[in-house]
């Protein structure tokens, strides 16, 4: 059974850089065909995809916020991260990670979600 | 961006109903179109992939339906534990895009 586990600071003062990671269990990035993706959904709203890392390293960002958004891999911890700059009061969100591919072309596995706030 | 249009986006619904949410996306998707639904504080959780196939583990009482740009979720025979927030996904490029939502809420 894969797992997935989102860590990080729980509070970020605005301007800040957000630094999230997801570790995963049950399953090895190493192995490939799946896309290492981060979602966000803010407080009572829908669900915005943030993008993705592959194994081999190559990134998707969604253009609505390619500009201040890098993902990071480390296949030998089994993990990969979001780092978001410049984080304001609407990047108050909780941040899922989740793996996207395989036959499901879906969104099969998903961490339990962090919710982070960004205040002074 | 396909956009990917959820209707209603809430619903008064009483155990044993059956209940229908509709997606439809700006342009054809064949049949690259999730559902996922969610309970308060947790993280959304696959119900049907592929428009019509249903995930490990889920019960036979979700069904869907659909493919190009209109699709539908069907839940037969609604249980206590469906009560939730249901969400569409567009799998055919990216950005991945979801619906707005549907909330199902006991009558």
Redesign the interface.
Known sequence: QVQLQESGPGLVKPSQTLSLTCTVSGGSISSGGYYW?WIRQHPGK????I??IYHSGST?Y???LKSRVTMSVDTSKNEFSLSLSSMTAADTAVY?C?R?GGH?????Y????TLVTVSP | DIQVAQSPSSLSASVGDRVTITCRASQSISN?L?W?HQKPG?????LI??AS?L?SGVPSRFTGSGSGTDFTLTISGLQPEDFATY?C?Q?YN????????TKVEIK
């Open positions: 993706s829908g669900l915005e995809y993008g993705y998707y969604n253009p609505s899922y989740a996207d499901t072309t879906a969104f099969d998903w961490g339990q979600g | 690259y999730n996922y947790t993280a959304p959780k696959l992939y592929g196939s995930q969400f996904q799998s990216t950005p991945r895009t979801f619906g707005q939502g």
